[in-house]
């Protein structure tokens, strides 16, 4: 297969780094009275940022000793500390591609990572960084840069309060939106914020900005994405409900569409004409049409292939050694494997946010299907969503309700009328059942029953 | 009181889903629906979008919670369309909760420190905090009895309500803001607010079932469910409300 186009536009193999502090624009964080951010010359900086890397190694070294972690996450924070820049050095001169949006971004970027290895001859695999392990912080974004310095292209999964700094600071040549919904308000006050914020990194960047890959059917989104330099659109036959009550523009009240193309009759704000389309398993682009065979169930990871299809596409990947290698990608991050806690073959599914349950909930088959509540930080300390999920579709089948907010679930699905059984405990809610079963979980059960059947 | 017949549906209205509905609001609506139903007493939801018209003939409405413009937009288009101050009126019972309360008072900031008028239902105005209060929220209510008084939330807002002489708190705070001055929420009349957001009513059944007995001015047969009580007992305790305290109220 010959190696495509990567990296050919602005850094071209081997005149690549070394002059990174030349690149670097000083981060929001740095202030005059901070001693340690203050960065008199180039030299000092780089000697700065290597020693901070060496003790973020450390850390991360003690942490995976100690067994308190993988380190990822330790290393990054170690790291901004000592170096308040490392994010905008650790991005400088490298192709950028960034993921972004409330569902789907792990999976999207694993079949972006698949896409763009299968472009490269498997010797120079080393050529490409990602979060494979979903550290989307600017502290895991910062620790797994810092562990592959010599990698030209880095495909980051980005959390979407992070997309601003790292067009400012990356440059990247793509950014990928997926989608903006509710997520998390405990921590996210209004999505609509989210949306702004976006826009704002784009108009910044101006005619230097990326090329933005955009969910034409996201009102939020759309409002975004149409400040970038250029826009490819992309319209899913997914089933997820849009968040955007009012018009990003204008703030008319935006009625749910009943034809699936929404306009905001105020200002003329409208869905775009997409440059690829998805409906019923195939991907539309121009007369090209692609019916990728994904390991992954559920139309709407037919979409998150597009979305990986269109970026490839802008990275230089030729789109049919593109969609080759994204049909061999297999539970990305855990989700959709198999595993066996116990005597129990378990099928992991991840489910966030509403939007995460409407597209999960309906693959989830299996009689018992075992649902894991969590509340923790990283799931959301507040539970109210589990009234904006539509429980009654288990009509007929029996739920095991776990995890620590078992009990929330439980009054949800006795108002849903939907047999269940509180197993508060998460091993031997998975673990009692002894036949193939399904499990949706919120972040911490699932990242649980993953070191479980790690075991 | 509207003219309502005992034989008819109970007809409750979802107030602007798509605006204030941003965290399970729509479980309020869920919950009084079974809670009837359980009871052998017919409802109708009622779900009406910005851009239609409300009915001015239903028996109870419900208002969730909703970011800014949201709020801003919902208050200006309920106070044009004017069919929930009619209705209130006639004696229809109303649950404003979390951005929904704020727009029941007489006015609210909102996050660019603009003053907007409310529907003047509940005798409040809401002023922006400094900080925001995200968390747990338990009080307790004197419109209810014993155990049941104890509410349990969580609420995520950014407003400061003072109660005018029309207005009695819902319930005074054991853990949380509510209102920023040891009260949660305002009852005027058969309207009542709090800051418990989203399905307040899943966690509360009394207070469900003191809204739909308002509605059908009698009282409802109690019904029994281990879970909720047990959901009780877990957020109440997670909020520092102890089986004792619990039990002295």
């Known amino acids: 297969m010959p190696e495509a186009s990567l990296g050919k536009e602005r850094t071209p193999l081997g005149v690549r780094r070394g002059s990174y502090d030349d690149l670097v624009q000083p981060m929001a964080t740095s202030t005059p009275t901070d001693v340690l951010a203050s960065e008199p010359s180039a030299a000092s900086g780089r000697t700065r940022f290597t020693l901070a890397k060496a003790a973020g190694s450390l850390a991360a070294q003690v942490s995976r000793l100690t067994g308190r972690g993988s380190g990822v996450s330790i290393r990054g924070q170690v790291i901004l500390k000592l170096d308040p820049n490392a994010l905008g050095k650790s991005l400088a001169g490298r192709r950028v591609a960034v993921v972004s949006g409330t569902n789907g971004k792990t999976t999207t970027t694993h079949l972006l990572h698949a896409a763009v290895l299968a472009a490269l ?50 440059r990247p040549d793509v950014v990928v939106l997926l989608n903006c919904s509710r997520d998390q308000l405990d921590r996210n006050h209004e999505i609509a914020a989210l949306s702004a914020g976006w826009r704002e990194a784009f108009v910044a960047a101006g005619v230097g900005g990326p090329t933005v890959v955009a969910n034409a059917d996201d009102p939020l989104v759309v409002w975004a994405a149409s400040a970038a330099r250029r826009v490819l659109w992309i319209s899913t036959d997914s089933r997820r409900s849009l968040d ?32 690829y389309v998805v409906a019923a398993g195939e991907i539309r682009h121009g007369d090209r049409r692609y019916r990728p065979s994904l390991r992954l169930p559920g139309e709407f990871n037919v979409g998150n292939a597009a979305f990986a299809l269109a970026a490839a596409h802008v990275l230089g990947v030729d789109p049919d050694t593109a969609i080759e290698a994204m049909e061999s990608v297999q539970a990305p991050a855990g989700r959709f494997a198999t595993v066996r806690i116990g005597d129990t073959p378990a099928t992991l599914m991840l489910a966030k946010n509403p939007a995460g349950w ?32 539509d429980y009654e579709q288990l009509h007929g089948r029996t739920v095991i309700a776990t995890g620590p907010r078992a009990t929330d679930l439980a ?45 | 009181m509207t003219a309502r017949t005992p034989t008819d549906d109970v007809r409750i209205v979802l107030v602007y889903s798509s605006l204030l509905g941003i965290y399970g609001d729509r479980g309020n609506a869920m919950v009084l629906a079974r809670r009837l139903h359980w009871r052998g007493e017919r409802a109708r939801l009622i779900a009406v979008e910005p851009g239609r018209v409300l009915p001015d003939d239903a028996d109870l409405y419900l208002l969730g919670g909703g970011e800014d413009a949201a709020q801003v937009s919902a208050a200006n288009a309920m106070r044009l369309d004017g069919a929930i101050n009619r209705a209130v009126d006639r004696g229809a019972v109303v ?34 905090s400094a900080h925001r209060a995200v968390g747990e929220i338990a009080s307790y209510s004197d419109i209810l009895s014993g155990d049941d008084g104890w509410l349990t939330g969580f609420e995520n807002h950014g407003g400061l309500t003072r109660l005018g002489a029309s ?8 853990a949380g803001i509510g209102n920023g001055d040891g009260t949660d929420g305002a009852v005027t009349g058969r309207v009542l607010g709090t800051y418990a957001h989203g399905p307040v009513l899943a966690r509360n059944p009394a207070l469900a079932d003191h809204l739909l007995e308002l509605v059908l001015g009698r009282p409802l047969a109690p019904v029994a469910c281990a879970e909720v009580g047990q959901l009780r007992a877990e957020r109440l ?12 109220a």
């Not at chain 1, 703030?251 to 997409?274: F, R």
């Not at chain 1, 597209?359 to 930080?377: K, R």
Request: hydrophobic share 40%; glycine share 10%.
């Open chain 1, 121 to 170: 001859d498997p010797a120079a695999s080393d050529r490409v960084v990602s979060n494979d392990d979903g550290a989307n912080l600017a502290q895991g974004l910062t620790s797994t840069l810092a562990m592959s310095p010599d990698a030209d292209t880095a495909l980051l999964e980005t959390d979407e309060r992070v997309v601003g700094e790292v067009v400012r600071l990356g």
């Open chain 1, 244 to 275: 955007a009550g009012l018009c990003p523009r204008c703030g008319a009240p935006l009625p749910p569409a009943d034809d699936g193309v929404w306009a905001c009759s105020s200002c003329g704000l409208s869905q775009p004409e997409p440059d």
């Open chain 1, 358 to 389: 409407a597209e999960t909930l309906p693959l989830a088959g299996t009689d018992p299907v075992v649902l894991a509540i969590d509340s923790a930080a990283a799931d959301g300390r507040d539970v109210s969503w589990l009234w904006d999920v």
């Open chain 1, 411 to 455: 009054v949800r699905l006795t108002y849903a009328d939907v047999d269940h059984v509180v197993v508060p405990d998460l091993e031997s809610a998975v673990s009692d059942i002894g036949r193939p079963v399904d499990v949706v979980a919120t972040y911490t059960p699932f990242q649980q029953l993953r070191k479980m059947s790690a075991r």
């Open chain 2, 95 to 128: 649950l404003a909760v979390c951005a929904g309360y704020q727009i029941a008072g007489h006015r609210f900031t909102d996050g660019n420190g603009v003053d907007h008028a409310g529907l003047g239902l509940l005798d409040v105005v809401t002023e922006r």
């Open chain 2, 167 to 174: 207005a009695r708190a819902l319930g005074r705070v054991h």
């Open chain 2, 237 to 248: 305790a997670k909020a520092g409300v102890t089986e004792g305290l619990r039990l002295s």
